[in-house]
């Protein structure tokens, strides 16, 4: 197994802040976070790479599910969810999520979210691939995300000159600190962050945010990736800072490729635009290149199946065809009906040349979301103490092998709750004492941002969308050959700055991602092994992963309980 760096090279911290609770991220999840916390802490700090409105939360096209129809119940939500996690869901967090889950969403209302209505004034509820029921609420048609940021990010911005709450905009955390080891070696409890803000936040260069809790909230990891639907500052940031501080992560070799991203070529990089699964809900078609649909011949809810089923699918039919795209049929929705249901959608393809009222359009497999994550409990408290985990940085066993059509809102909305909560009851009670951070053993690791394309490359030829003993290896081999001393290398032009750290984070995650794929000799969910086919009753059980105290990748098996 491959050895990690502990710490992220850089400077001395040269100033502190200090909180009871520091909050990292301004997704859901984080806003979710905050303003719980605000209100049951003395002091909290609410860290983010942006600005507050610039979460990954923003991109979510389709909805949030929740049983909120009359007919419908969360014991059916259950059951889909379960279906779509292919077995390995942890069903106590699943039950979590669909009990809670509809409260949490009239808070959202409560807040000021203005979801869209039906004509009786209700919340419209619509369907995507795996439900069986209509359950998912939506904001603007397609712009869910973007009006549930605008709603936190409001609340937050009217309590933001309370002196119990600070944000800091700009600022990418580099390392969880941890108190001192314990008698294992491993690290102990957190106690903090370090953080470097970027121009225009309020504190300037690395400095040390201290607190009795921590609680990350920072998305995903898409930018391991040569192409995905996450944003840029998708590089994965919040898992390698666990891991470095002793955290067992979890399901990371799980990922989800969205089926329906819009294709403009196999030289386009960077984030590409999503066509929502709300698409296929209402009823779109797909088409391989011949004009054939083909998912009826594949599963019974055709194109609503689970989306690694559609995905695999797809990746079939480009094989058979020849071609690198099928295409995606909603001309017979009508055009009123398609340019009011999605606005958004409709006007991003028009930048494109693309009429999805007249067109069909191009679209293939692309990196979307990541089910794996921090391990954590049903208080999202992860394996080190102090330290906790919401939204798609957590592996909270909601999702298991595969994450089912607008959960991931809900998940960020619910769990990050029951984290503010539980940290705001341990820190009154005083269980998480402020403890006094040590420097971890060991030098600290720094790739070269140019080496982050190669790094990508390795990632989608290797861990993507279908993987295989001899290109895992491949990528194994290839990601064990980047330099993760580029500060001391000879030659060698990197220094200690944004582009790369998120670069070493994207790295540590990609070898992480890359081992534990190669480790499942199985299909299932996100994961799908050409020479492993099929799943295997044998591997229901969570792959998780941890440094040992010399640094070396540490990877198991654990019951799902």
Request: one cysteine or more; glycine letters at 12%; hydrophobic letters at 45%.
């Amino acid at each position: 197994m491959p050895r990690m760096a502990a710490t992220l090279a850089a400077p001395l911290a040269g100033w502190v802040a200090q909180a009871d609770v520091v909050v990292v991220g301004s997704g859901i999840a984080g806003l979710t976070a905050a303003l719980e916390l605000r209100t049951r802490v003395p002091r909290v700090l609410l860290v983010t790479k942006g600005v507050l409105a610039s979460g990954s939360t923003v991109w979510a096209q389709g909805g949030i599910a929740a049983a909120l129809d009359p007919e419908d119940s969360p014991a059916a939500h259950l059951a889909d969810t379960l279906t779509a996690g292919a077995g390995l869901c942890d069903p106590r967090a699943v039950e979590v999520l669909v009990t809670e889950g509809p409260e949490r969403v009239r808070e959202l209302v409560a807040r000021g979210t203005n979801f869209d209505l039906d004509v009786a004034g209700g919340l419209a509820l619509t369907r995507e691939g795996g439900h069986h029921a209509d359950r998912i609420v939506h904001a603007g048609g397609d712009a869910t995300g973007a009006e549930v940021s605008r709603a936190l990010v409001a609340q937050l911005e009217a309590v933001r000159a309370d002196p119990g709450i600070e944000v800091i905009e700009h600022a990418l955390v580099l390392d969880v600190l941890t108190a001192a080891p314990g008698p294992d070696g491993r690290p102990g409890p957190a106690c903090g962050v370090t953080l470097h803000v970027i121009g225009e936040g309020s504190r300037d260069g690395v400095g040390a945010a201290l607190g009795r809790a921590v609680i990350l909230a920072t998305g995903g990891i898409g930018q391991v990736y040569r192409s995905s639907t996450n944003p840029a500052q998708a590089t994965g940031d919040g898992i390698a800072a666990a891991l470095r501080a002793g955290a067992t992560i979890g399901d990371i070799e799980f990922v989800q490729f969205h089926p329906t991203v819009l294709w403009l070529g196999s030289g386009v990089r960077g984030q590409l635009t999503l066509i929502s699964e709300a698409v296929r809900g209402e009823g779109a078609l797909l088409l391989d290149t011949d004009g054939v649909r083909f998912m009826p011949d594949v599963h019974p809810m055709a194109e609503l199946a689970p989306r690694d089923v559609v995905a695999h699918a797809m990746v079939r039919r480009m094989e058979a065809t020849g071609a690198d795209h099928v295409l995606l049929d909603a001309r017979h929705l009508g055009s009123d009906f398609l340019r009011a249901r999605f606005p958004t959608i409709c006007e991003r393809l028009l930048e494109h040349g693309i009429d999805l009222t007249t067109d069909l359009v191009p679209v293939a497999p692309a990196q979307h979301y990541h089910s794996g994550g921090v391990v954590t409990d049903l208080s999202g408290r992860s394996t080190l103490r102090g330290l906790y985990a919401a939204g798609e940085v957590a592996c909270t066993g909601v999702h298991g092998a595969n994450r089912l059509a607008s959960n991931s809102l809900l998940e960020g909305l619910v769990f990050s709750y029951r984290a503010a909560r539980d940290a705001a009851t341990r820190v009154a009670a005083d269980e998480l004492p402020q403890r006094d951070p040590v420097d971890r053993p060991g030098p600290g690791a720094l790739v070269a941002a140019a080496a982050r394309s190669r790094i990508q490359r390795a990632a989608s030829a290797g861990p993507g969308v279908v993987r295989s003993a001899d290109g895992l290896l491949r990528a194994a081999v290839d990601l064990g050959k980047v330099r993760t001393d580029a500060h001391l290398a000879v030659g060698v032009v990197a220094a200690p700055q944004v582009a790369e750290w998120e670069t070493t984070n994207v790295h540590q995650v990609a070898t992480v991602l890359t081992e534990t794929a190669l480790a499942r000799t199985e299909s299932r969910g996100g994961h799908f092994r050409s020479d492993f086919p099929l799943p295997d009753d044998a591997w229901r059980v969570r792959l998780v992963a941890r440094l040992a105290p010399d640094g070396t990748l540490e990877v198991s098996r654990a019951e799902i309980e």
